[in-house]
C-alpha cells in the first residue's frame, strides 16, 4: 500500500467502506450529483437493532490498498455501487458486461454491490433486479436514497453474518492465519502446527473480530476482542499485528469517549434521524446485543473498564505506531496512524505531543512519491499543524508544498497552484495582503521570512504572466518592510518595481483572484513620508472678510455655551473641525505638506496633488525630486475650487516609481493637521494697484510683510507735500461693485500736524463697476508736518556760539508740563546731541475695501493695503520764540529764531515780511508783526463731549486749534532753490503758553481817547498848556461773563529816558473833578463809557498810566485782561503854536 489516505481518522475503523464509480460514459456533473445524495446516507440505525451502521464513501480507491482489508476490515471494499447512462436496449448488455468487470476488480472482498441505470426505459427497464435500478433520467430518481439504503442494510446482514461466524469459538476447526500483502512470502514453509503459530493465528483472528464488532456497532465487544489479541499477539512478538491490535482498541475507545469524531465538522458522526431522542443518553452505540435487548449494567462497567483512558489512548497509539514502524512496508499504516494521533491530540488540546506524532510523520519514507503525492503529503502537514495551533509550521510546509509544484523535475511548473499555496501561508507568518494591518503598533512576524515570501509571491505572478499582481506585491513588500530593507534592498526592489510597472502601471484598483480573494491597494505613505499637513489661508490681499454684522451660516448653529464637558475631543473630531479661515471659489488654494524622504537615493515623485472631497475641485498636481534621507522638506500643493460650499482634504496622490497612490489621512496617524475642513465662499473680484513712487523694502512695524500687498517708499523734507498716483487694475473675473478707502498712520512717536494723508474718492467712484481688465487711478497727497522745534542740546550748542537769543526757550519746564515729549533723553547725552539732525519716519496704510460678485451678495469684501513709507529730513528749526508788545495793545511782535539744518541755502518767507535767507546751519531771527488772536471766537466743544472727554485731551484739542489760527496768519514757507523743494513751516508745535497767552486778544477790549482821538500805536495826542483835556475810557466786554463794578485811577508822570519816571507832578497837572473812573457793571458784548478831564499847567511830554485800584473784582480775573493802551500826551504853548 503506496497511497496514504491522509483524511483518516480514528473513527472511521468503525465504518464499511463502500466504492462509488461510474461505468462507461458519466458527465461528471450529473456523476458527483449522485454521488453526495448516496454519500448523504453516512449512518444507518438498522432494523430491530439500535446499532448503527456507519458507512465511508469514496469514488477512487486503488485495488492495491484493498489487499489490506484483512489486516484492518475498514480498508476492505465491502459494498460497490456502480452509475451509468444506457441510451437504449442494445447498448444493455454491453452496460452489464462492464458491471460485472468493475465487480471483479473488488470481488474478493465485496459483499454486495448495485448499479444504477440512468435514461434506459422499456421492457428492460420493468425487469423486477435487486442489483440493478433504472431511473429514466438523473432528475428523476427521487427514491435513490431509499436503494442506498436497502443496499446498506444488505451489506449489514453480510457483515454480522461474518462477525458471528468468525466470534464463534470453533476449537475442532483450524483457525487460518491472517496476512497483509508482504508477509505471504515469508509464511511459505511455516511449521502450520506449532503452538507458536496457532497464538499467532488466534490473535490475529481475534483482532480481525474485533473490528468486525466495531464495523457492526458492537463497541463493548470489540474492546474485549482487542485486549484478548493484544495479549495473544504479545506473546508471540507478532509486532505489526499487536499494533494493529492496539490502534483498534485505541479507535474504540476514542469513539467511546469522543461521540461527536474527531475529524471535525465535516466528518462528525449525528445520531441517525431514526434513533430515538434518548437514545444517545440511556445507551451508547454498541451497547446492545445482538437480539437488540439491552445489556445489563455491568456491560456498561464492562465497557469502561476495558476501555482506554484519553491519556491511554495516546500511549497505546505510541507504542502501535512503534510497532509499525519496524516494517519498511508499513509505512502507509504508520503514517496514518500518526495522523489519527494528531487528530485526537488537537481535541484533548495537547499541541505539543501532536506536534512529535507530526515530527514523527515527517520522517517516514513511503519510498517514491509522485510529485502530487509530496504536495498532498505536505499540504496535509501543513494543515494538522494548523489544527494544533502550530501556525508558522503549518505556513512552513505550505511553502514547502508551493515550492514543491514547481520543482525542477515536473515538466509543466503548476505556478498557478504555487501562488495560491503561497497565499495560504501568509497568516503563520503574521503577513496580510491589506498595507493598514502594518500602520499600526510594532511590526509582528520575522521580517526577514516575510520579506523572502513577498519575493517568491512577486516571481509566482510574474511566471503566471500577471505583471499587475507583481507589481501589487512588490509595491506592498516596499511599502511594509520599507524599514527592514538596507539600502542595498531598496535599490534593487524599487528598480524592479519599474520594471515591472514599465509594461503596467500600479494603481489604486482592488485585484481580485479566480478564487474570489481581493488585494486591496496598497498606497505608498512612506514614499515619501508626509509629517504635518496644514491647510493655508490666503494671502492678505486675497482674503475674504465679512461685512460686521452678518452673521455667519455657521453661527447659527453654534453651542450657546463657552465649554461643555460633554463635547469629548478626539483626533478625528479635530481632523474634521472647520478651520477659521476661508478659501474662495476660482483662487488658488494651497496646503503645505513637511515631508521626508527616508530612502538612501533621490527619490522622484512624477505627480502628487490633492484629494479633496465636498465641492468640485481642480487639484493643480506638482512634481518634485526629494533628495536622499531629505529631513522634512516643506511641500506645497494647490488646486482651484470651482464651487462654494465646505471642502475637506482627505489626503493626496502620488505617482512613484510608476505606481500611483491615493494616502488618505485618516490612515495615517502619524500626521499632524490643524483641521481639514474649510469653507469656501463665492467669487469676489481682485484687484492690482500700481503707484507713482517706487517700491519700498520697508514694512510699517506693527504689521508683518506678508500683510501689505506693497509698499511706496520717499524722502521729503519737514512741511513739504507730495502726490500720489495710485492705479487700481481689476485682474478678476468678477466686476468690481464697491471701494471703499481708509488710511491709518502707524508710527505713533512723531506728532503729526494737519492731514498726512488725503484724497477725493468720487472720480473713482464715477468708474464702477469696474469691468475685468479695467483700471482707475487715485491721487492722495502726501504732506508731512512734524514739530519744527529744536531740542535743547541745539539750543546749547548755538549759546556756545555766542548767539544772543531771548525769550522763552521751548524745553521750559512750563512747556514740559503742558506737552510732554515722547522721548525724554537726558540733556547732553550723545543721542540727544544727534537727534536734532535725524531723519524721522513717518509710516501709513492705505486700506482699499472693494467687493462684488456673488461673494458681495453673501456679505464678504477684500481688502488691499498700500503701506506708505516716509523719511522726513528737517527743512528749518525754530529755536526760540519770543513776543514783544507792539505799539498798539492789538497787536505784538512774534520773535521767531530760525535755524537752517540742511546742507543748502535755504529761503524762509512769511505774509508781509521781507524774505530771509539762511546759509547751511545758519541761525537768524525773524520778526512777525502780528495782529493778537481773538481765541474765544473758535468752535467750543459741546458740554456732552466736555463731560466725557479726557481733560488733557481737551487741552490739546485746544492748543491745537489755537496754533492752526496762527499759522494760517503767518503762512511761514521754506524754499530750497538748489533742489527746487519748497514747503511750509508752522510754529503749532513751538508756542508755549506763556506766547500763547501774549497772542491773545483780551477779552476786555479798553480804548482810551484824548480829546476824542484814540490814543494807541505810538499816538502822540498834542494840546495846550491851560486847556481841558477831555479823557475818555471806553471798555467792551467780549468775554462770556458780567464785569464790573470797576474803578481805574489816573496816575500821570514823565519819563526822562534815563530810567527816571517823575511821579510828583501836582504842580503840573491838574484833575477837574476826580482822577478815578468808575464802570458800573457790564454785561457780555456790551460796553460802557467814563469821561474825565485834565489840565496840563506847564509845556512837556506827559505820560498817563491808568490803574485798577486794588479791589475784589479785579482780582478775580486774569491780570492780562486790564491792560490798557499807554497814554502819551504833549502839552505845548499856545504862542509857540501858534508862532509855528
Excluded at 436497502?150 to 453480510?158: G, M, P, R
Aim: net charge negative; hydrophobic share 35%.
Amino acid at each position: 500500500m503506496s497511497v496514504p489516505d491522509y483524511m483518516q481518522c480514528a473513527e472511521d475503523h468503525q465504518t464499511v467502506l463502500v466504492v462509488v464509480q461510474p461505468v462507461g460514459i458519466v458527465p461528471e456533473d450529473q456523476f458527483f450529483k449522485i454521488y453526495k445524495r448516496i454519500a448523504s446516507v453516512s449512518q444507518l440505525s438498522i432494523r430491530d437493532s439500535q446499532r448503527l451502521l456507519y458507512i465511508r464513501y469514496r469514488h477512487h480507491y486503488l485495488p492495491e490498498n484493498n489487499e489490506w482489508g484483512d489486516f484492518q476490515t475498514h480498508r476492505k471494499v465491502v459494498g460497490l455501487i456502480a452509475i451509468t447512462t444506457c441510451g437504449s436496449a442494445k447498448e444493455w448488455p454491453q452496460t452489464a458486461e462492464r458491471f460485472h468487470g468493475q465487480k471483479e476488480v473488488y470481488s474478493s472482498t465485496l459483499y454486495d454491490s448495485r448499479l444504477l441505470v440512468f435514461g434506459l426505459q422499456g421492457d428492460i427497464a420493468e425487469q423486477q433486479r435487486t442489483d440493478v435500478a433504472f431511473y429514466p433520467s438523473f432528475e428523476d430518481c427521487s427514491d435513490v436514497e431509499k436503494r442506498v439504503e436497502d443496499f446498506v442494510e444488505s451489506i449489514f446482514i453480510v457483515l454480522e453474518s461474518k462477525r458471528l461466524d468468525r466470534a464463534t469459538d470453533k476449537s475442532g476447526d483450524k483457525i487460518p492465519l491472517l496476512c497483509v500483502p508482504f508477509e505471504k512470502k515469508d509464511f511459505v514453509g511455516l511449521d502450520t502446527d506449532s503452538r507458536h503459530y496457532k497464538k499467532r493465528c488466534q490473535g490475529r483472528m481475534r483482532k480481525h473480530v474485533g473490528d468486525l464488532c466495531l464495523q457492526a456497532g458492537m463497541l463493548q465487544d470489540a474492546l474485549v476482542h482487542y485486549h484478548m489479541a493484544v495479549e495473544l499477539l504479545r506473546g508471540v512478538n507478532d509486532f505489526l499485528w499487536l499494533g494493529a491490535a492496539l490502534e483498534g482498541l485505541c479507535s474504540a475507545s476514542v469513539i467511546f469517549h469522543y461521540p461527536g469524531g474527531t475529524a471535525g465538522k465535516t466528518v462528525g458522526r449525528k445520531p441517525s434521524v431514526s434513533q430515538p431522542a434518548d437514545a444517545g443518553k440511556r445507551h451508547r452505540p454498541g451497547a446492545l446485543t445482538a437480539n437488540g435487548i439491552s445489556a445489563d449494567t455491568s456491560t456498561e462497567i464492562g465497557r469502561a473498564k476495558n476501555c482506554l483512558s484519553p491519556e491511554d489512548i495516546i500511549e497505546k497509539y505510541k507504542e502501535a505506531i512503534s510497532y509499525y514502524g519496524k516494517y519498511k512496508n508499513a509505512g502507509v499504516i504508520e503514517l496514518e496512524a500518526c495522523v489519527k494521533a494528531v487528530r485526537v491530540l488537537a481535541i484533548q488540546k495537547r499541541a505539543r505531543e501532536a506536534s512529535e506524532f507530526l515530527q514523527n510523520a515527517v520522517y517516514i519514507n513511503l519510498g517514491q512519491l509522485s510529485e502530487e503525492e509530496k504536495i498532498q503529503r505536505y499540504s496535509i502537514l501543513s494543515e494538522l499543524y494548523e489544527l494544533i495551533g502550530f501556525h508558522r509550521k503549518s505556513a512552513f510546509f505550505k511553502r514547502v508544498a508551493a515550492m514543491q509544484c514547481v520543482a525542477p523535475t515536473i515538466p509543466e511548473p503548476g505556478w498557478r497552484a504555487c501562488y495560491k499555496l503561497l497565499l495560504e501561508t501568509l497568516p503563520g507568518y503574521s503577513l496580510s495582503l491589506d498595507p493598514k494591518d502594518f500602520s499600526k503598533g510594532t511590526h509582528r512576524g520575522w521580517a526577514a521570512v516575510q520579506m523572502r515570501l513577498l519575493h517568491e509571491l512577486v516571481y509566482a505572478s510574474r511566471r503566471m504572466g500577471n505583471p499587475g499582481l507583481s507589481v501589487r506585491h512588490l509595491s506592498f513588500l516596499l511599502q511594509t518592510m520599507l524599514d527592514f530593507l538596507s539600502d542595498q534592498e531598496k535599490k534593487e526592489v524599487t528598480q524592479s518595481l519599474e520594471n515591472y510597472t514599465s509594461k503596467c502601471p500600479g494603481g489604486m484598483e482592488v485585484i481580485t483572484l479566480p478564487d474570489g480573494l481581493k488585494l486591496p491597494p496598497v498606497a505608498f505613505t512612506k514614499l515619501p513620508i508626509v509629517r504635518s499637513v496644514k491647510l493655508l489661508n490666503l494671502p492678505v490681499s486675497l482674503r475674504p472678510h465679512k461685512v460686521k454684522g452678518l452673521l455667519g451660516q455657521n453661527m447659527s448653529t453654534a453651542s450657546p455655551f463657552i465649554y461643555s464637558p460633554i463635547i469629548m475631543h478626539n483626533r478625528g473630531e479635530e481632523r474634521c473641525k472647520k478651520i477659521d479661515f476661508q478659501w474662495v471659489q476660482g483662487d488658488v488654494c494651497e496646503v503645505q505638506l513637511m515631508v521626508y524622504n527616508p530612502m538612501p537615493y533621490e527619490l522622484r515623485v512624477e505627480n502628487m496633488g490633492l484629494l479633496t472631497s465636498g465641492v468640485e475641485f481642480e487639484s493643480l498636481p506638482a512634481a518634485l525630486s526629494l533628495p536622499a534621507e531629505s529631513g522634512l522638506y516643506p511641500v506645497t500643493l494647490v488646486g482651484v475650487p470651482r464651487t462654494a460650499g465646505n471642502i475637506t482634504v482627505n489626503g493626496y496622490h502620488t505617482s512613484v516609481f510608476g505606481v500611483n497612490s491615493d494616502c488618505l489621512l485618516e490612515g495615517l496617524p502619524g500626521v499632524k493637521t490643524g483641521g481639514c475642513l474649510v469653507e469656501v465662499i463665492p467669487s469676489l473680484p481682485r484687484l492690482q494697484l500700481s503707484t507713482s513712487l517706487p517700491r519700498s523694502a520697508h514694512t510699517p512695524q506693527p504689521m508683518s510683510k506678508e500683510e501689505l500687498s506693497s509698499s511706496v517708499s520717499v524722502q521729503l523734507f519737514n512741511g513739504e507735500t507730495q502726490q500720489l498716483i495710485i492705479t487700481l487694475e481689476n485682474i478678476g473675473l468678477e466686476d468690481i461693485e464697491t471701494l471703499e478707502l481708509t488710511s491709518k498712520t502707524v508710527s505713533t512717536k512723531e506728532k503729526v500736524f494737519g492731514e498726512f494723508l488725503s484724497w477725493e474718492l468720487e472720480e473713482a467712484l464715477s468708474h464702477l463697476p469696474l469691468k475685468p481688465g479695467q483700471s482707475v487711478t487715485l491721487t492722495v497727497s502726501i504732506k508731512v508736518k512734524l514739530d519744527f522745534s529744536g531740542q535743547e542740546s541745539l539750543l546749547q550748542d548755538l549759546n556756545d556760539d555766542g548767539i544772543s537769543v531771548t525769550g522763552l526757550p521751548i524745553s521750559s519746564p512750563l512747556r514740559q508740563v503742558l506737552k510732554p515729549r515722547a522721548e525724554s533723553k537726558p540733556i547732553g547725552s550723545e543721542s540727544s546731541k544727534a537727534e536734532y539732525s535725524h531723519i524721522k519716519t513717518l509710516e501709513a496704510v492705505l486700506n482699499f475695501k472693494y467687493s462684488g460678485g456673488a461673494g458681495k451678495v453673501e456679505g464678504y469684501y477684500r481688502e488691499l493695503s498700500l503701506g506708505v513709507h516716509v523719511d522726513v529730513e528737517p527743512s528749518v528749526f525754530f529755536t526760540r520764540v519770543s513776543t514783544l508788545p507792539a505799539t498798539s495793545t492789538r497787536q505784538c511782535h512774534l520773535l521767531l529764531d530760525i535755524f537752517n539744518p540742511t546742507e543748502h541755502e535755504l529761503t524762509v518767507s512769511a505774509k508781509n515780511n521781507q524774505d530771509l535767507v539762511l546759509h547751511a546751519s545758519e541761525c537768524q531771527r525773524m520778526a512777525i508783526q502780528v495782529d493778537k488772536f481773538d481765541f474765544e471766537s473758535l468752535p467750543q466743544p459741546d458740554q456732552e463731549t466736555a463731560r466725557f472727554t479726557n481733560p488733557k485731551q481737551l487741552e490739546e484739542e485746544r492748543q491745537h486749534a489755537q496754533g492752526c489760527q496762527i499759522n494760517s496768519k503767518l503762512g511761514i514757507c521754506w524754499s530750497i532753490p538748489s533742489l527746487r523743494r519748497c514747503g511750509e513751516a508752522s510754529v503749532e508745535g513751538v508756542l508755549n503758553q506763556l506766547v500763547l497767552e501774549h497772542l491773545q486778544l483780551a477779552p476786555l477790549q479798553w480804548d482810551v481817547l484824548v480829546n476824542g482821538k484814540p490814543c494807541d500805536c505810538d499816538v502822540i495826542a498834542d494840546c495846550k498848556v491851560g486847556d481841558a483835556v477831555s479823557l475818555e475810557v471806553r471798555l467792551t466786554n467780549m468775554s462770556k461773563n458780567s464785569v464790573g463794578p470797576l474803578a481805574l485811577t489816573v496816575v500821570p508822570y514823565q519819563d526822562y529816558q534815563n530810567g527816571v519816571q517823575n511821579y510828583d507832578l501836582e504842580d503840573g497837572v491838574t484833575f477837574i473833578g476826580s482822577n478815578t473812573f468808575y464802570i458800573d457793571t457790564v454785561k457780555p458784548k456790551d460796553s460802557s463809557v467814563c469821561v474825565g478831564a485834565l489840565l496840563f499847567l506847564y509845556t512837556g511830554d506827559f505820560f498817563l498810566n491808568i490803574k485798577f485800584q486794588d479791589d475784589s473784582a479785579g482780582r478775580e480775573l486774569p491780570l492780562a485782561w486790564f491792560t490798557l493802551p499807554s497814554v502819551h500826551v504833549r502839552a505845548l504853548d499856545a504862542p509857540l503854536q501858534a508862532g509855528a
